[in-house]
Structures are given as C-alpha cells and as structure tokens.
C-alpha cells in the first residue's frame, strides 16, 4: 500500500488530454514539493515534473503539475502512442523522525 | 552528457551481502546528492535511500525497510556511490537503479541493477 494514492490506470485517445491525480497528506504532499516520474516499458524512470510545476530541459510543454493543498496532479495534453507508460508522483514525507521519500502506486496511461 | 551506471547485481542467497557500484560521469557529482531508488518486479517504485553532498554533510537516510541493513556511502574522488546490501531478504528482490539530482527529486537515473534473492 503506497503512501501517495494514485489511479492505477487511465486511458485517452490520441491528441486529446489527460490527468492523474496523486493524494496524499499534510505530512508529505501538503508541505513538500512533488515531482513526476515517466517509466517508458523495459526503461528506467525520467524526470518529468519537479518542484510541483517546473519542467526540467527537454520536457515538452505539454506536460504539466500542479499541487493544491494534499493533492498533485499531472497533466498531459496532445497525447501520443509514445506517452503510454507508468507515471509516478513522489514527494519527501516528514512523518517520521527522520525525513524519507514515498511515492505513489503508479498509473498507467493507455493511449487508445 | 550525463551517465550513470550500476553494477554489482546478481543472485545472492538470503542472508548474504552484496555492494552496487554507480559509476557517474557527465556532471558535478561531488555537488549533488546521490539517491537509490528499486523496483520489484512487477511493482512499483520503492526509495531505498539517499547520501548528501559533503556540502550538506554526507549524511544519509533510510527507508525503514532496508535501515540497519544497507548502506549508502560516496567517493567523489571517483564519482561512485555504493550501495552495501547485508542479511538480504527475498524481498529485497529487486532492479536497483541510482538516481543523482536533488535529495527529494531524482534528475538523472542509471539504467538499473537487478538484484535477485533465492536460495
């Protein structure tokens, strides 16, 4: 059972939109930044998303976070057969006495 | 152009030890802090733990799964980080990737190491 609730799975076809959602807690998501993680099949993940909004160098614009409140939420418009992948939120969670990073189960996205 | 590669997996039996290597090339390394991040198969991502800079210390943290029985040390002179596995368990089965960047964000990823624990 992950610490950050995620979908499993959503689909969109292409050209369109999607969201996945990711919730959590005050103790990680309400008071930390959340990052997102793109796990293409057989591949390491790739940074997405870091600092809840900001897109490292080379990430199209057509992926998007934002954070309000305990939730984040990763959006991607103009959808491609090559963004079906696994997609993680993770965060630093501060509930215990030392500091540790969680992540979310994992969504995956099928562009139909 | 930024690299970061593992190595050192393999089938261990429970019980035993195991160290991964992280060989990294391409950016500052001594500057950043080097994480480990690993993946059952099937499953999702799991943090193992991370190292600070010598900047912020060279501290470490844990995931309670693996604290007391891993640890995670740096040579900057080398650019390696090491990742010390003792009393395995099946369930650290596992591709272990290292992951540098932030100590709460992951920039750059290796290409993963995996881990099997059987007898």
């Known amino acids: 059972q992950s610490v950050l609730t995620q979908p499993p799975s959503v689909s969109a076809a292409p050209g369109q939109k999607v969201t996945i959602s990711c919730s959590g807690s005050?103790?990680?998501?309400?008071?930390?930044?959340v990052s997102w993680y793109q796990q293409l099949p057989g591949t390491a993940p790739k940074l997405l998303i870091y600092?809840?909004?900001k897109r490292p160098s080379g990430i199209p614009d057509r992926f998007s976070g934002s954070k309000s409140g305990t939730s984040a939420t990763l959006g991607i418009t103009g959808l491609q057969t090559g963004d079906e992948a696994d997609y993680y939120c993770?965060?630093?969670?501060?509930?215990?006495?030392?500091?540790?990073?969680?992540f979310g189960g994992g969504t995956q996205l099928t562009v139909l | 152009e930024v690299q970061l590669v593992e190595s050192g997996g393999g089938l261990v039996q429970p019980g035993r030890s195991l160290r991964l290597s992280c060989t990294a090339s391409?950016?500052?390394?001594?500057?950043?802090?080097m994480n480990w991040v690993r993946q059952a198969p099937g499953k999702g991502l799991e943090w193992v733990g991370f190292?600070?800079?010598?900047?912020?210390?060279?501290?470490?943290e844990y995931a309670a799964s693996v604290k007391g029985r891993f640890t995670i040390s740096r040579d900057d002179s080398k650019s390696i980080a090491y990742l010390q596995m003792n009393s395995l368990k099946i369930e650290d089965t596992a591709v272990y990737y290292c992951?540098?960047?932030?100590?709460?964000?992951?920039?750059?990823w290796g290409q993963g190491t995996l881990v099997t624990v059987s007898s």
């Open positions: 993770g965060t630093w969670d501060s509930s215990l006495s030392a500091g540790h990073v969680v």
């Open positions: 391409g950016f500052t390394f001594g500057d950043d802090a």
């Open positions: 005050s103790s990680n998501i309400g008071n930390n930044y």
């Open positions: 992951t540098g960047g932030a100590e709460y964000y992951f920039d750059y």
């Open positions: 600092d809840n909004n």
């Open positions: 190292i600070r800079s010598k900047a912020y210390g060279g501290t470490t």
